[in-house]
């Protein structure tokens, strides 16, 4: 019986190398529907974009007792996400598509809503929503992705892994208040 060896001999890794090398990153042993990955990451984008702008009104908007320590929260988790958002445009530039910033539809893109919150406990509880949101939808995709796109799900965990922080954070704050 013989076995097929672990790995590709150097030579068809170097011919495959050459072939359609305007794909960069993209090789033939990409397993993942790339267009299918690329709308997944501009849905997470608009996401991470509505969710920023969320966060950086309820950091000018705090108002009353625990204002403060709210709005340096939600002013740090606005840059996390904008990193989020910058992370999510790169790789799909890296698969070959363009990351739609445009701010038209931006809202129905998104999973998450954009909810102002009266006071600072309805924004806490708004932005603990879309955290909750956002952590299913990345799980669905982290399962959809599987094993067919490494890289995408690697980055995917850890923003989901940052999510969850994120909620964690805001139950903690509405504790104190």
Not at 62 to 72: C, P, V
Request: glycine content about 6%; proline content about 2%; hydrophobic content about 40%.
């Amino acid at each position: 019986m013989s076995e097929k060896p672990f790995l590709t001999d150097v030579k068809t890794l170097r011919e495959r190398a050459r072939k359609e090398i305007e794909k960069g990153a993209v090789t033939a042993g990409y397993q993942a529907d790339v267009e299918q990955v690329v709308e997944l990451l501009n849905t997470a984008l608009a996401t991470e974009l509505v969710c920023v702008l969320r966060y950086k009104r309820h950091f000018y908007m705090a108002d009353g007792l625990n204002a403060e320590a709210a709005a340096q929260e939600f002013l740090q988790h606005a840059n996390e996400e904008q990193q989020h958002a910058d992370q999510l445009a790169q790789r799909i530039v890296q698969l070959g598509g363009e990351p739609n910033f445009n701010p038209e539809g931006l809202a129905t893109r998104s999973h998450a809503e954009y909810v102002e919150g009266k006071n600072l406990i309805e924004m806490i509880k708004e932005d603990l929503v879309a955290e909750r949101i956002a952590i299913d939808s990345y799980r669905e995709m982290i399962d959809y992705i599987g094993p067919r796109d490494s890289t995408t799900r690697r980055m995917l965990e850890d923003i989901l892994a940052m999510e969850e922080e994120h909620a964690d954070d805001l139950v903690g704050m509405l504790e104190k208040m």
